[in-house]
């Protein structure tokens, strides 16, 4: 044999070098993976597994989120830009924050943008969320994250660059692309001195209640309704699990150390306080050791699930001897108490339901099986999706009562605005007349009391059971001496009376200007790449796959 290979020396050497260089060539942006994955998403005619999307779209996105809330506006610039329109958190939000990162990435590669090591490094040492008490760069604080704080999403310290890299050119990008737009200075100079104004009011209050009380809706309007708008009444999704709860078993606790005799030396006393420290240190050192046993049989029971097809849930939750449990089918809203369980160190905030309502079914049969949630202190929550009940539009019995108070809302919001804007009329003429305003209100038909306010700013924050909220923005156009348009909220209306406006001169007022100026420029970037993303999103044919 080895003669043979002899003979084919040169031509082993050549076919390894075509391997080698085939490595070094090859697309591995994708294979940390690992295992290849269920096709997920298309996004620009390239095909993402559902191992992509969980690295940078899901998990990628609550890494987002949870280092936003320290209070970077990069980074929140960052989630809300990618994530576009959809309901902050949903499935939804995080397949666009995918597709808009992928879109990015091609965009780094056609304008050469390519944030280096350095760069990155000064990023993320300037985020809030790794600041110490001294309000500098806290390497521990850091390290803790990546240690404790990303793992169970799967990610590493390299994800955290990567997402820097990718936030950094967002930035840059949007500087790319807003580069012949400028802000009106004038336009934020008016704005500005609008924004300083000092504003008196007054205001009278109509309720919703009193409106409501008096319709009552006939059966024959509450169907044809219901006729109109069936659609909107529709049954909840219900999901039937079957699922188990791997819980740590904590060793036996060392004996107590025992109490020292009140004239003990201070000798003894420090041995006491070490022998008491050493005793905790045992504790905790036992109790991470087998909370991380239990993470690894729970990584494990998965691992074995994927891997031996022969092995069901119901045998390897046995095997392991981990009790299996099964709900009825259930609502996200009526979940039972158990699953009701708050998620673990979780930026996104919910509860262990909340995760397996998000699970996306495909037709591979792992895919009905949960990953391992983290839930309570220190236990693992592992689910098999067994059932499946679909939304659908409700029958009219059921659908009935809600369609009735719809309909009385609706009715009743009418017939709100319509108050508000007679009696606004009325008051009106009877200002114009010499009345005051307190007293108008009342021969409108108001019964609340009016409120007067002499001095309103931008930062006025008063007691909104009784004025609007955004009071300013809503008087701040008025001209003394006349009424705003009618300010409508969802039980209750106002009419309000500028009796004053004036601009307050600031003392730093050139300095604020400044500030105001270089935000509208930065809006005004965001905004020429938020128009970019959509243009390119709407022409990459963005598919998702994962019900196919």
Known sequence: MIENLRKYTG???????????????????TMRSGGGGRPYMKVEGRTYTDKEFSNLGASAYQLTQSLAQSGDFPLYSFLFGMSGEADFGSQKAMENFFAGRMLLRSAKEQFGIYPGEEEIDS??????????????????????FIEKGIGRLGLMEGDIRALASDVIAQAKL???????????????TKNSALAGQRIGVDIARLDIDPIEEKIDPTEEEIKTYWETVQDAFKTPEKRKFTYLIAKPTFPAEPAEIAALAADATEEAKAEHEKAKAARAAEIAEKRRKAQLETGGKADDFLYQLESQKDLSFDKLAEREGWELKTTELFALADAPAELKAALRASSTPGTAADELFRMVVTSDPLSKISPAIAIGEDEWLIARLDETEKVRVQTYAEARAEARARLIGEQAAAALKKSAEEASEKIKVA?????????????????????S????????QG????????????AKYTDPGTLTVPVIEADRAFVIHVGKREIVKQENAETALEADFKRAEETTRIAAFNSWLAAKTEAAGIETLYNK
């Open 123 to 144: 990023f993320i040492r300037k985020l809030r969320a790794f600041t110490g008490p001294n309000g500098e760069f806290s390497q521990e604080a850091y390290r803790n």
């Open 174 to 188: 949007a500087e790319i692309l807003g580069a012949g737009l400028t802000a009106n200075r004038d336009a934020v």
């Open 11 to 29: 031509l082993i050497i050549i076919l390894f070098v075509l391997v080698l260089i085939g490595f070094l060539f090859m697309d591995t942006s």
């Open 463 to 474: 007691d909104t059971t009784k004025i609007p909220s955004g009071l300013f923005n809503a």
């Open 453 to 460: 306010l002499p001095e309103v700013t931008a930062g006025y």
């Open 431 to 451: 200002l114009a007349g010499g009345k005051s305003f307190a007293d108008a209100a009342k021969e409108a038909g108001i019964t609340n009391e009016t409120v």
